[in-house]
């Protein structure tokens, strides 16, 4: 895992030296809330319905015991003893006092973690794969080009005032477990016919009102070209996006309107001019960073479980992952228990997650844009140890990539933007779909819940997508069918009008049902719904 | 409380900057001021006779001034760069590392905090219009 030396330690420690000053600066006066906003933004601090909300970046989603332990001892003394994962590999803390921030910082900045460009319009924190370097069909690592990434992203002087938001994902295998396309600019580390590693470049990409799949504008970057390339995706965004209209600033918009032809042309342009600016790191910065990922030591072992405990041998079957030594799986602690709050966590659960990461996992752990928790490089042998100890504390439930576990943004219980409380639906579908018993034969179905337009929540990417929206002021839920966030991108679409919070859960059964009834040998929810279309699903919710 | 920050030894310029449009068609101008929707790189033929480019920042939340300053420097600028308009304290350290050479702001700035910004920083993680040398570099010098 990626470690600090005195520059990153030097950078992290003068930003929580900046934002104490910018801070009393406004409690001075001299700063506006106007002025203030984008500077407290910039590190993560939001102001929310009820209290501040401040994002931690958890840089591609990695987190050591020592990290995961700090998270939790904010969750304690600074919030209400829990914490949040997101959608971005990020961790919320919901219930954040303004004076209290710059401690928070000072505190995250002690373990080498911190808050910055967690917000604001700029480029945030880069996401990646969450089985990355445990997983059996990757490429290779492709953390170590999302820390040259992060490296590069952090304070860059050209890029803090961007029309809007910025996000970059990188990933290295076929299978995308990082949403790529959906992003503004998705990376994926491919090798092309003479065995050299480079980038393949999909820009444009993103959920929102406008969700856009991003089109492939360049297939093969040369790794000594990596950030003179993202330099010159950049700049043609910072000149030519759209400043007049916040709702389309995204860059997925410019790539639209000059359509993607024509950004490439214009980004290969300013390409060319930068690649005589001498800009791009050494690659010995490259080789520096692989070092902090090289593999831990694997040893052989057990290769199967004992399954004689039917409940340890689901959990097995649903929430392991095929690693690349096969002693070993990814294991995935699910942030859902049925009924709970998508991807909550309490400081008692991080402490002890934090342990055994310590006991089981080389103290690695991964934050899923599912918001679970992942382990990612467990021994076959020491499964039923683990799972014994999740199970005690409420975190073993067999749910993964099933309906109970939900992504779910903060919505109306939170969020100053939403329509509609997107967590109580959350709770009362994971309820439903448990009670009668279907969680199980419906297999593999990713449901996703926003509270608003701005989709936070992912619903355009679900194989059922929930979008909370305002009826003459009551709560009215859109639902949308046929989404997907792997490597068969696709957008989901709205079945018809919406349905009122308890309409909802049994339009949700009701598609589900759809699906039990018309599926085919092997077809998941997505392959039947690609095979037979709304119509059916349509005649069913409103026939 | 300063008016106008000047990075530079030279003699200010001592008239108004003219607008890009009505610079290109003048022939003596030597200051000219660009606004965001203005492209800098319609001034690269004509830089030999520049002494001057405002660059102006009606909100400071409109980044587009930050690349047209460096893309200046990038084409072997050498005259002053000054940043006018909404520019505050917090942003003119970027500001400066895009190769703006000057400031002048719409409400003064205290020049402590300008001091404190512009030391905040001890180093710096990418390579930009100034001549600071970034991280990577210095780790593998
Ligand atoms: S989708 Fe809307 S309601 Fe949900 S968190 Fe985002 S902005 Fe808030």
């Known amino acids: 895992m990626y470690a600090y030396d005195k520059y990153d330690q030097a950078m992290v420690d003068a930003r929580v030296e900046e934002f104490r000053d910018q801070a009393q600066r406004r409690l001075d006066g001299k700063l506006s809330e106007d002025q203030f906003k984008p500077l407290r933004l910039m590190n993560g601090l939001y102001l929310q319905l009820h209290a501040y909300m401040l994002r931690v970046a958890v840089p591609y989603g990695t987190l050591n015991s020592r990290q ?54 700029c480029i945030r924190n880069i996401s990646s794969d969450h089985f990355a370097g445990a997983a059996q069909d990757e490429l290779v690592d492709p953390r170590p080009y999302a820390e040259l990434l992060r490296q590069w992203s952090s304070f860059h002087p050209e890029f803090m005032y961007l029309p809007r938001k910025f996000k970059i994902a990188v990933i290295a295998s076929d299978t995308d477990r990082a949403a790529m396309r959906l992003h503004d600019i998705g990376i994926q580390i491919v090798k092309n016919d003479a065995g050299e ?51 389309k600033a995204r860059i997925k918009i410019l790539v639209h309107e000059l359509g993607a032809e024509e950004y490439t042309r214009q980004v290969e342009e300013e390409f060319a001019h930068l690649l005589g600016q001498g800009i791009e790191p050494p690659i010995a910065e490259l080789g520096r960073i692989k070092t902090f990922f090289t593999d831990p030591e694997f040893a052989d072992g057990a290769k199967t479980v004992d399954r004689s405990d039917p409940d340890f041998a689901l959990w097995v079957d649903r929430n392991t992952h095929r690693h690349k030594h096969d002693s070993y799986v990814s294991a995935v602690i699910s942030l859902k228990p049925v009924g709970g709050i998508p991807g909550d966590a309490t400081a008692e659960q991080m402490h002890l997650m934090a342990q055994l990461a310590r006991d089981y996992s080389f103290d690695e752990l991964r934050v899923m844009h599912t918001q679970n928790i992942v382990l990612p490089h467990v021994r076959i042998e020491d499964l039923h140890a683990l799972w ?21 943004c903060p919505g109306l219980d939170y969020c100053s933007l939403a329509n509609a409380r997107s967590i ?54 859109q639902l949308l069918l046929g989404g997907s966030e792997a490597e068969d991108t696709s957008l989901a679409k709205i079945t018809g009008p919406g349905f009122s919070e308890d309409g909802i859960v049994d339009a949700v059964e009701t598609a589900a049902d759809v699906y039990l009834s018309q599926r085919e040998d092997g077809e998941r929810f997505l392959d039947t719904y690609r095979r037979i279309g709304m119509a059916p699903f349509k005649e069913a919710l409103y026939g | 409380m300063v008016d106008i920050l000047r990075f530079r030894d030279d003699e200010a310029v001592d008239h108004a900057a003219v607008t890009v449009d009505s610079f290109v068609e003048q022939t003596n101008a030597n200051a000219v001021r660009i606004e965001p929707s203005d492209d800098a790189r319609d001034l690269i033929p004509h830089l030999a006779q520049i002494h001057l ?10 980044g587009r001034g930050y690349s047209a300053a460096r893309i200046l420097r990038e084409a072997g600028y050498t005259g002053e760069i000054r940043a006018v308009g909404d520019v505050l304290v917090d942003q003119i350290g970027n500001m400066k590392r895009c190769g703006f050479d000057a400031f002048e702001p719409d409400a003064p700035l205290d020049p402590a905090d300008v001091k404190a910004a512009l030391n905040r920083w001890p180093e710096v993680y990418q390579e930009s219009a100034d001549s600071r040398t970034p991280i990577w570099n210095l780790r593998h010098e």
């Open chain 1, 68 to 121: 995961m332990h700090a998270l939790a001892d904010i969750a304690d003394k600074y919030d209400r003893g829990y914490g949040h994962f997101t959608t971005r590999q990020n961790i919320q803390y919901n219930w954040i006092k303004l004076e209290d921030a710059g401690d928070i910082l000072a505190d995250l900045a002690a373990v080498e973690m911190h808050a910055i460009q967690t917000s604001g319009n």
């Open chain 1, 197 to 247: 590693l480079g980038a393949s470049f999909y820009v444009g990409g993103g959920m929102g009102r406008t969700p856009m799949i991003a089109p492939n504008i360049r297939e093969f970057v040369p790794l000594d070209q990596l950030i003179t390339y993202s330099e010159a995706c950049l700049r043609v965004y910072n000149r030519y996006g759209r400043r007049d209209n916040k709702y």
């Open chain 1, 388 to 408: 014994t100890a999740l199970d005690e504390a409420g975190l073993g439930t067999p749910n993964l990539d099933r309906i109970g576990d939900i992504i779910a």
């Open chain 1, 424 to 477: 109580p639906l959350a709770q009362k579908i994971s309820q439903r779909f448990t009670a009668n018993g279907k969680e199980d034969t419906l297999g593999e179905l990713k449901l996703k819940i926003s509270g608003c337009i701005n989709a936070c929540g992912h619903h355009h990417a679900g194989h059922i997508g929930i979008l909370g929206v305002d009826k003459k002021g009551v709560e009215n839920y």
């Open chain 2, 53 to 62: 480019v405002e660059v102006n920042f009606p909100v400071f939340g409109d």
